[in-house]
Each structure stands twice: as C-alpha cells, then as structure tokens.
T-cell receptor, first 110, second 114 residues
Framework: SQELEQSPQSLIVQEGKNLTINCTSS?????LYWYKQKYGEGLIFLMM?????EEKSHEKITAKLDEKKQQSSLHITASQPSHAGIYLC??????????FGQGTRLTINP | KAGVTQTPRYLIKTRGQQVTLSCSPI?????VSWYQQTPGQGLQFLFE???????NKGNFPGRFSGRQFSNSRSEMNVSTLELGDSALYLC?????????????FGDGTRLSIL
C-alpha cells in the first residue's frame, strides 16, 4: 500500500520567515492533496495537485508536485501566526480513499 | 454554502456501549467518507459511501459500520466500544467519486471511551 512520509515532523519558525514542508510517497502520486488542521478540528483543504511539475499558489502558500510525481513540497512565504497548525499531505488510493502523511506541526513565533 | 456538519462534536461513552455519529455533507455533494484520527495511528480511512452504497472500506473490524441515506447524509456506528476507539472521527464529502474531486472535511466528533 502507498505510504506518505512528511518532513519535518515539527517546525518552529520566526514570524516573517519562509519555510518548506515535504511529502514523499512510496509510489507514484496520482492525486496529491494538502490540508491544514488546527488542533482538534477538521481539515481545511488547501490545494490539489495532479500533474507532474504542477505548481499552485494560494495567498502566501505554494505547493509543487515534482516531475516524477513521487514528492510534493509546500512552501510558505513570509509566515504569519495564522499559518500555525498541522499540515497534512494526502494521496488518493483508489476512488475516494485518501492515505495521509503523519503531519507536520508548524509553530510561528512572534 | 454550509460546510460539512458533524454531530455531536463531543461524546463520552463507556466500554461495551455503542455509538452513532452523524454527518451532513455539503449541499450537492454525494460522496461521503469517514476517517479516524488518533495520535498514534494518524488519519486512517474507514469507509466511503456514494449513492447509498459502500464503495470502499478500510482495515477496521466489523464493529465499525456505516450507511448513507437518499439525501446523502451519512451515519457511522461503532458497537461494543473499546478503549482504543477513543479518537477524532472525521467525515468528508465531495461531489462524487474520482480522484479529481477534493474532499472537504467537517470539524469531527471527538469520542472518548471510559
């Protein structure tokens, strides 16, 4: 079965700094999703990537899917306290079944 | 447009009891999936329903079951509760099956087993 590994597991950055979170798959990715979760709450959909080399941006968050479609990165520019939370990558594994990475806990220090 | 609504938000049960959780998808969404989230195992897929039919099932025991109604609302049931069933249960909806349809999640039901 497909496994997703996220790195780093946790990240503490100073407000205003840039950061990158990586998601590596054991198999080819046919649909890669990025979600954000605040503790104890639901997941907020950020972006979906499907094509190798695809890059999408929303506000200060950019996500890329590499050409070989086995790794994705999420980049935040000029981080803000509102970016704090747990970032999860998910990959489709047949129909609507998503498998998720273990998550990256992001803390933004003022 | 209202998001995915899950009820109740919090639930406390004792071992051996059973529980039913409810999920109302986003209007127009016909596919509903359920996930269990625990600190140790992370997010794990339970099952997926579309047009009142279970289309996909994760690796969970038969104590975990679900159903979907004609209005796309879904319920999941856990019988003979065990301490290990304590978790955040998340429901997600999408327009339909297919990897091009992003899933949108509710805020979850936090189930605690005493």
């Amino acid at each position: 079965s497909q496994e997703l590994e996220q790195s780093p597991q946790s990240l503490i950055v100073q407000e205003g700094k840039n950061l990158t979170i990586n998601c590596t798959s054991s198999k080819t990715l046919y649909g890669l999703y990025w979600y954000k979760q605040k503790y104890g709450e639901g997941l907020i959909f950020l972006m979906m990537l499907q094509k190798g080399g695809e890059e999408k941006s929303h506000e200060k968050i950019t996500a890329k899917l590499d050409e070989k479609k086995q790794q994705s990165s999420l980049h935040i520019t000029a981080s803000q306290p509102s970016h704090a939370g747990i970032y999860l990558c998910g990959a489709t594994q047949g129909a609507q079944k998503l498998v998720f990475g273990q998550g990256t806990r992001l803390t933004i220090n003022p | 447009k209202a998001g995915v609504t899950q009820t109740p938000r919090y639930l406390i049960k004792t071992r051996g009891q059973q529980v039913t959780l409810s999920c109302s998808p986003i209007s127009g969404h016909r596919s509903v999936s359920w996930y269990q989230q625990t600190p140790g195992q992370g997010l794990q897929f339970l099952f997926e329903y579309f047009s009142e039919t279970q289309r996909n099932k994760g690796n969970f025991p038969g104590r975990f079951s679900g159903r979907q109604f004609s209005n796309s609302r879904s319920e999941m049931n856990v019988s003979t509760l065990e301490l290990g069933d304590s978790a955040l249960y998340l429901c997600a909806s999408s327009l339909g099956p297919g990897s091009s349809q992003p899933q949108h999640f509710g805020d979850g039901t936090r189930l605690s087993i005493l």
